[in-house]
T-cell receptor, first 116, second 110 residues
Framework: AQKVTQAQTEISVVEKEDVTLDCVYETRDTTYYLFWYKQPPSGELVFLIRRNSFDEQNEISGRYSWNFQKSTSSFNFTITASQVVDSAVYFCALSEASTNAGKSTFGDGTTLTVKP | KAGVTQTPRYLIKTRGQQVTLSCSPISGHRSVSWYQQTPGQGLQFLFEYFSETQRNKGNFPGRFSGRQFSNSRSEMNVSTLELGDSALYLC?????????FGEGSRLTVL
C-alpha cells in the first residue's frame, strides 16, 4: 500500500522567510510519480510539480525548489523569500506509474500561513 | 483554455436523499478522477474514468458511483446520503502526467 506523510500540519512564517515543507512517502513500486499541489482558499488544487522515481535531479522554479531523495523516501518543497500569496494548504501526492496520476495518494496537507 | 468545471458548487441535502455531481474536464482530456476531501480523512480517491470506462476505484461503498460520457464529461452519484458524506468533492482531469482540479462541489448533508 502507498502512504504519504506530511508531518507538519501547520507552519507559520513571516514574509521573506524561507520555509521547507516535508514529505515522506512509502511505496513498494519501483516506478512511481511524486507531486506537489497547492490549495488556496478557493478550493481547487493547483499542480506545482511532478517527479518521476528514476529522476532524482532537484528542481528550481523561481522561488520554489524541490529536493527528491530516494534514499530517504523524501520529496521536500522549499519556498524562498515567502510571500503572503504563498499562504495555502500544500499537498504532496504519490501515484503508481501504471495508473499515473489518475489515482493518487495524498498526504494530509500542510497549512502554510505567511504573515506580512 | 477552459479549466475543469464542476457543478453545482454548493448543495444541501438531507439524509437518505441522493445527489448527482457533474464535472466537465479540460478539452482534450479523457481521464477524469473524483476525490472526496474531508477535514478528518483528507483527500481520498473515489474513482477514475477513462474513455467511458472505470479504470480505478477507491475504497468507498457502492453508494458512490460514477460514469463518463462520450464527450468525457463525468458525473458521480451518491445514493442514500449519510451525514458523513458531507465533504468537498473534487474532480480532476489528467494532462500528460498531472491532475488539473476543479473548484469542487461542497455537499452538506443534514
Amino acid at each position: 500500500a502507498q502512504k504519504v506523510t506530511q508531518a507538519q500540519t501547520e507552519i507559520s512564517v513571516v514574509e521573506k522567510e524561507d520555509v521547507t515543507l516535508d514529505c515522506v512517502y512509502e511505496t513498494r513500486d519501483t516506478t512511481y510519480y511524486l507531486f506537489w499541489y497547492k490549495q488556496p482558499p478557493s478550493g481547487e488544487l493547483v499542480f506545482l510539480i511532478r517527479r518521476n522515481s528514476f529522476d532524482e535531479q532537484n528542481e528550481i522554479s523561481g522561488r520554489y525548489s524541490w529536493n527528491f531523495q530516494k534514499s530517504t523516501s523524501s520529496f521536500n518543497f522549499t519556498i524562498t523569500a515567502s510571500q503572503v500569496v504563498d499562504s495555502a494548504v500544500y499537498f504532496c501526492a504519490l501515484s503508481e506509474a501504471s495508473t499515473n496520476a489518475g489515482k493518487s495518494t495524498f498526504g494530509d496537507g500542510t497549512t502554510l500561513t505567511v504573515k506580512p | 483554455k477552459a479549466g475543469v468545471t464542476q457543478t453545482p458548487r454548493y448543495l444541501i441535502k438531507t439524509r437518505g436523499q441522493q445527489v448527482t455531481l457533474s464535472c466537465s474536464p479540460i478539452s482534450g482530456h479523457r481521464s477524469v478522477s473524483w476525490y472526496q476531501q474531508t477535514p478528518g480523512q483528507g483527500l481520498q480517491f473515489l474513482f477514475e474514468y477513462f474513455s467511458e470506462t472505470q479504470r480505478n476505484k477507491g475504497n468507498f461503498p457502492g453508494r458512490f458511483s460514477g460514469r463518463q460520457f462520450s464527450n468525457s464529461r463525468s458525473e458521480m452519484n451518491v445514493s442514500t446520503l449519510e451525514l458523513g458524506d458531507s465533504a468537498l468533492y473534487l474532480c480532476a482531469s489528467k494532462g500528460s502526467g498531472e491532475l488539473f482540479f476543479g473548484e469542487g462541489s461542497r455537499l452538506t448533508v443534514l
